[in-house]
């Protein structure tokens, strides 16, 4: 399996890229391939273990992550992703900035035959099971054919990369009875009706997390804000929580026996345990994580990228796509 | 004040509305007009404390709440709009369908002069402050000059219900960089920033949570993936936390006693405790309340019409509206 990671991604690149190669060595024997300017990496790594190749660009993101992608041939996005296109890589995995990424991408590899817009498809944990939400911000103003096309790949990915049988597909929406919803949703869904999916209508963001849904498909947008949402009531809810149980020395001590259980639930939630989030529809396994990536995340990123590749999730999709579009 | 309450709103209508008839005598010395069938209600309130205006058609709420509207011309929503178009009444308060009380306001009361969509304007807690957020659901499909009277409208409220000086408007957005969010987001940004409106441009939910806006303004669609999002995560968080408290006798003797903790932040976070939100632009002064409430929320909501009235809320808007549309 040849994994290539971009070193100049994450915030605070390339430490967590660097720990995140050599632990991939260390846990699964694997020799993962890092891109970015030679004369910063060589002296650090154990050429044994982690290859590098040299990208010497450095890629500053401006509000045009378009024309910066075109710009800048060289850089550690463009070299990593010009690798899958020759067949010279399985995956590429990168924790830079998004909007950079779905611009190099898209030059760089295109989409495979028949995609409107490549879309990003994270696994959100929900009740006793995972779900694949789709598109979470690569799109922001969408067409109904393309939630269609988000329907087929988001189902293709929780098959391969979840191993659900016939997959539950579902439209976000603020209503669960048909005729509920924008007008958008409202043409949809007579797409996914008519589609060979495994469509069981609309569900509200209640539903999701109750994990009635296996893939829910919305736009960029709408599906961004929900991410959004997610993680900032988290946050803000157990800041609340945490602030009123140091309100009083009883509930302080009550709030110390009940640390393991705030840390089950945080490891539970936690981003970095999903590391990053494929982007579907390009031609080739692009996985983009958080810029504020640690080691872990990394480290979880390139997990999910070799179990994208090992469980074949490429041919999955040319194949599934071919047939549905 | 002449407060008038539709007695056949709630999921378990009419008790929640009977007592909180009764409750408002007993808290304001406010006699509450309650609309709906004479002979459901008029044995069970006290003459001398709650009047009755009968209301005897009952508004069966299928899938065109604006059919339903028109048919039943004499359902206790309809006849309580009616009293506020005719200045019987200075407010009107429902916990019914809210699709049927959008309908029914419109064809009752009809529009603020120049006001394209009334919107939806809950009040969220967030960090050592609360935030408008317009529109919620009311307009599933929203035109860039709709957001401008959403911030228009929110603007007043906020001054008005919240005492905010100067209200802060924003867009909710996928990023708080100019040019972040969609077309319409986009688009409506160049007529809020020129505005008379203090406009500090996009946030995002944490943004919102922070209490970095007074007033945020959205699409309804958005608005309410928001706004369900929001509860949904908030519901799970506090169920996982539980289940995972509960799991060893440690944590669950910590659980007993930071039980306090949770009941205060659940109270923060009780959507009871607002009672209703208005329906800002029509003309006329309606709050709709979740079908699900309680005798408490009923009361939360009576309390917040109260409130509209004395501190002039209508009278505010047709002015501020007049001036800037």
């Known amino acids: ?41 060589a002296s650090r790594v154990d050429p044994s273990r982690v290859d590098i190749v040299d990208a010497p660009e450095i890629l500053e993101m401006d509000n045009k992550p378009a024309v910066a992608a075109k710009k800048k041939p060289n850089s550690s996005m463009a070299v990593g992703m010009r690798m899958l296109k020759h067949g010279e890589a399985d995956a ?102 008519a589609s060979e999916l495994n469509y069981i209508g609309n569900v509200e963001p209640r539903e999701l997390y109750d994990g009635e849904a296996d893939v ?14 997610s993680e900032a009531v988290a946050a803000r809810l157990v800041e609340l929580l945490r602030t009123e149980i140091e309100a009083s020395p009883i509930t302080a001590a009550g709030g110390y026996l009940v640390r393991p259980a705030f840390r089950r639930v945080g490891k539970l ?26 080691t872990h995340a990394v480290v979880s990123a390139l997990h999910a990228a070799r179990k994208a590749v090992s469980r074949g999730l490429m041919q999955a999709l040319r194949e599934g796509l071919k047939d549905s579009l």
């Not at 390339?14 to 024997?29: I, V």
């Not at 994270?122 to 269609?148: H, K, M, Q, W």
């Open 1 to 41: 399996m040849r994994i290539v990671l971009d070193a100049m991604g994450s915030d605070d690149h390339p430490e967590p890229e660097l720990e995140a190669a050599a632990e991939a060595h260390r846990l699964w024997g694997e020799r993962i391939t890092l891109t970015g300017p030679a004369e910063v990496l």
């Open 92 to 193: 590429f995995v990168t924790m830079g900035n998004t909007g950079g990424a779905m611009a190099t991408a898209l030059f760089q590899l295109g989409r495979i035959k028949g995609v409107r817009r490549p879309a990003l498809s994270p696994v959100f944990p929900v009740r006793d099971s995972s779900t694949v939400v789709i598109d979470i911000g690569a799109n922001t103003d969408c067409r109904p054919e393309y939630l269609l096309q988000f329907g087929i790949m988001g189902s293709i990915y929780a098959e391969i990369f979840l191993e659900r049988k016939n997959p539950r597909v579902a439209l976000l929406s603020t209503g669960e009875e048909e005729g509920k919803g924008n007008m958008l949703v409202g043409e949809a869904d007579p797409l996914l009706r």
């Open 216 to 229: 829910v498909v919305t736009d960029g947008f709408s599906g961004n804000v929900f991410l959004k949402t």
């Open 269 to 294: 939630l936690d981003p970095t345990e999903y590391g990053a989030v494929p982007l579907l529809g390009v031609d080739g396994l692009v996985f983009i994580g958080h810029g504020h990536s640690n």
